[in-house]
């Protein structure tokens, strides 16, 4: 209390309004504010519950196996087996639930299927995309494919079809005059079952010396000393053989 | 059907590949307000710190026109933030229940102290003693009001104000660390965001830190070339060049953090410098080499070279430096809008950018934002009318 006694009397006025301010707190805190708004797993679990109250609007793959083992059985065994039916039939929860009443929509035009295979640099490699200008244009595409199983009618002609990124950037590289099949040697199969059957990749130094090595080179060519040049490395750990623009 | 179609409208302002959550911008204009007027408030106090604990004596004249900007823009700091998360009211809860592990959370903290402890405390034991005198004079509501913002203190005795000297030095003193806290605590929360290149950085406070000193100055220097004037006062340009040398050393210092920052990206090249470089060279090329950096950094530095150099006349002096102050503000708003909105514009997988659309009249639009940075001159005005900067003889001494 002496403590106090000796402060000046404005320091006891400010300390007067910041104890007041500070219990009033504490007091809301106490009294007013409810138990489970200070218990953090509450608050959690309380957040989980109001989330798993929110209404389904997507069924899932296997509900819809249940019904349609037909569509199931086709889509199987084809390109599409990975994608969900859902991901084309869009959300169908309430029609799961009353099936007579709510029929989910099918995406027949054109459009739909550009979504996923018109040309985009960033899809994966072996993606096939096309260019939905020029491939057989203004016709629905189920009326050649069928959506859920869509092998075409012959494989497709080009590896452009699956590796259209390989392709746009070789076409702007110095090896713009080489095929594909210089460097690959590639099965015919490999262009119905991709994943089964592989072509082959170079895997030695000496392939690419084939044509640059010093000598072997035809007319103009360029060509390096194969003993010292890229000392141990293979080639293709400095040259990117698809976009050799950069070195 | 119908989300896909939302989708592909919104795929239209993304150039190559970006997640879907990424395409929509969600912290706005308003965020970008926040660490600006952030910024100003811890500025403009370590402005005013110059004078108390460093002793400048040139700069006195600012002193308390800085500590009542500060406070003018600190009112205001976190009424971007609840206007964007919504529901302002309910945001004192943030107090009653906290919630330590959120750095967010925890900001509330800092500005609670910054608020409380440290600017209020200063600028009442600053202003008591003359609280005190003008209740005596005022008549009506202000009576009333300078003697309840007193406390209903009475004491002016030589002993009580020199105590308040005393307190107001130390509270500065704790002030400092404060406001470096206050500003670096948002660039914290920024440099913090692990998956996010453009921001995850160690030298973000650090930035943010001298960005907010410069943008601090210059505002003050700004107000006291317009308030004084029409205050029927005379500019003191003993205190305006001094005012404006240190703006100098604190551009050269915050331009040099930002080109160290720079070359550290460039040389470390992480991964993401490919869709860095592309988002600087053309969705930030505006803001970020234009704004920021040309016209907010170099153009005013110059100007201060040639200002120093050619011994220029008084009234050119103030008329650069007037210019220097505007195009300061101009480079470190567009400094925040690039961390802001830059940080958002690329995708997480390098690949691909998108586009920032702005609204015009919703909460998180322009007009929203255009109103918080007016509300803060607005505060500002009551507070100079209410306890005002400086004493009568003060405006007219002439030197």
Avoid at chain 2, 31 to 55: C, D, E, M, R
Wanted: aromatic content about 10%.
């Amino acid at each position: 209390m002496k403590f106090l006694q000796k402060l000046p009397e404005q320091a006891l006025r400010i300390l007067v309004v910041f104890v007041i301010l500070a219990t009033g707190m504490l007091l809301v805190r106490q009294f007013v504010i409810p138990a489970d708004m200070k218990d953090m797993t509450l608050i959690q679990t309380a957040t989980m519950e109001r989330e798993a109250d929110k209404e389904a609007k997507y069924a899932g793959a296997a509900v819809c196996v249940q019904c349609h083992e037909k569509q199931q059985e086709i889509k199987r065994g084809g390109y599409h087996r990975d994608l969900s039916c859902e991901s084309c039939h869009d959300a169908a929860q309430k029609h799961a639930d009353s099936p007579t009443e709510v029929k989910p929509v099918s995406p027949r035009k054109r459009d739909y299927c550009v979504y996923c295979h018109s040309y985009n640099a960033s899809r994966p490699t072996g993606f096939p995309q096309i260019n939905p200008d020029t491939h057989n244009p203004r016709k629905p595409c189920i009326t050649c494919h069928n959506p859920h199983n869509p092998k075409p009618t012959q494989p497709p002609r080009s590896c452009a079809a699956c590796h259209a990124q390989i392709e746009r950037t070789k076409a702007a590289s110095y090896h713009a005059q080489l095929a594909c099949t210089v460097c690959h040697t590639t099965p015919e199969k490999h262009k119905t079952e991709p994943r089964t059957v592989t072509p082959t990749k170079p895997d030695k130094r000496e392939f690419c010396g084939k044509c640059h090595s010093e000598g072997k080179g035809a007319k103009g060519v360029p060509t390096v000393d194969m003993a010292t040049h890229g000392e141990k490395y293979v080639c293709w750990q400095c040259h990117y053989p698809h976009m050799l623009g950069g070195i | 059907m119908e989300a896909v179609q939302h989708f592909t409208e919104l795929a239209k302002q993304v150039v190559g590949f970006i997640y879907p959550n990424e395409i929509e911008i969600h912290w706005s204009i308003l965020i970008v307000v926040y660490p600006y007027i952030t910024g100003l408030v811890a500025g403009a106090f370590i402005l005013a710190s110059l004078v108390k604990v460093f002793n400048v004596k040139e700069l006195q004249p600012t002193y308390r026109l800085a500590l009542l900007t500060a406070l003018a823009f600190l009112l205001i700091a976190p009424l971007p933030l609840q206007l964007h998360l919504g529901r302002p009211e309910r945001s004192f809860e943030m107090f009653l229940t906290p919630q330590l592990s959120s750095a967010m959370a925890m900001f509330g903290f800092v500005y609670l102290w910054y608020l409380m402890v440290v600017l209020l405390l200063e600028i009442w034991f600053e202003y008591r003693r003359d609280m005190i005198v003008w209740s005596g004079e005022a008549t009506g509501v202000k009576k009333w009001a300078l003697k309840i913002l007193s406390l209903f203190s009475t004491d002016v005795s030589e002993k009580a104000v020199a105590f308040d000297k005393k307190t107001v030095k130390i509270i500065t003193v704790i002030g400092i660390p404060s406001a470096f806290l206050l500003h670096g605590y948002v660039g914290f929360i920024f440099g913090s965001i692990k998956a996010n290149p453009w921001w995850s950085s160690v030298m973000m406070p650090v930035v943010f830190l001298f960005s907010a000193i410069v943008s601090g100055i210059a505002i003050v220097m700004l107000l006291y070339m317009i308030v004084v004037p029409l205050r029927g006062g005379k500019i003191d340009m003993q205190c305006l060049d001094k005012m404006a040398s240190f703006l100098f050393y604190a551009v050269i210092v915050d331009f040099s953090i930002e080109v160290l920052d720079f070359i550290h990206r460039l040389y470390e090249s992480e991964e993401s410098i490919k869709i860095l470089s592309a988002l600087v060279e053309t969705k930030l090329f505006m803001s970020l080499v234009i704004l920021q950096i040309l016209l907010g950094m170099l153009l005013p530095l110059g100007v201060m070279v040639v200002i120093r150099v050619f011994k220029l006349q008084e009234e050119v002096r103030k008329l650069l430096y007037f210019v220097c102050g505007l195009l300061i503000q101009l480079g470190i708003f567009s400094t925040r809008w690039n961390v802001v909105i830059g940080g958002q514009l690329f995708s997480k997988s390098f690949r691909g950018l998108t586009t920032y659309k702005m609204e015009l009249m919703g909460i998180e639009g322009l007009l929203v934002a255009v109103a918080l940075l007016i509300i803060p001159f607005v505060i500002l005005a009551v507070l100079l009318n209410l306890l005002p900067p400086w004493k009568k003889e003060e405006l007219a001494r002439t030197t």
